[in-house]
């Protein structure tokens, strides 16, 4: 018997994440300005030119300055509850792909600027971070919700 997938996403916005070493995302404002209840299949996942045409690599310095509207991103939270759903949930929307939260970067005691990230590891689902001075490639997306006239 093939099992039902669940693709439905609940987060709670009234309980804020907690970021490494008590950072603060550069965002704050838009932290609870999102849909509590969606279905991740509908998440937009967003590439620059370059990554979509693999005419080369970017960096995430690049995405960050120029790319999605980070109004529209997801954030920490719902990378965290993309996780509890689990890796053949996973699998079956991203395929392959690693996920960003641009929503929720935060930098370091240096300035370094990092973005949360999830992806499969060894048939697990890890959360971290990538600091955005690294190569970003054709297999990673930023997720952003569509017009809000379309979310539910």
Not at 67 to 84: F, R, V
Not at 120 to 138: A, K, M, P, S, T
Request: glycine fraction near 4%.
């Amino acid at each position: 018997m093939q099992e039902t997938l669940d693709f439905i996403v609940c987060v709670d916005r009234s309980i804020k994440p907690t970021y490494p070493k008590n950072r603060e995302p550069h965002f704050p404002k838009y932290e609870l300005i999102l849909p509590t209840k969606y279905d991740h299949r509908e998440l937009i996942q967003w590439q620059n030119d370059y990554q979509k045409y693999g005419q080369q690599i970017t960096t995430g310095e690049d995405i960050y300055l120029d790319g999605p509207d980070i109004s529209d991103c997801t954030n920490l939270m719902d990378l965290i509850a993309i996780k509890e759903k689990g890796i053949a949930v996973f699998r079956a929307v991203f395929q392959g792909k690693i996920v960003f939260a641009w929503k929720s970067v935060v930098e370091n005691d240096v300035d370094d600027v990092f973005v949360p990230l999830l992806w499969e590891q060894n048939e697990e689902l890890v959360l971290g971070w990538r600091y955005i001075g690294r190569n970003f490639d054709h297999n990673c997306v930023a997720l952003r919700f569509p017009p809000r006239e379309n979310i539910q």
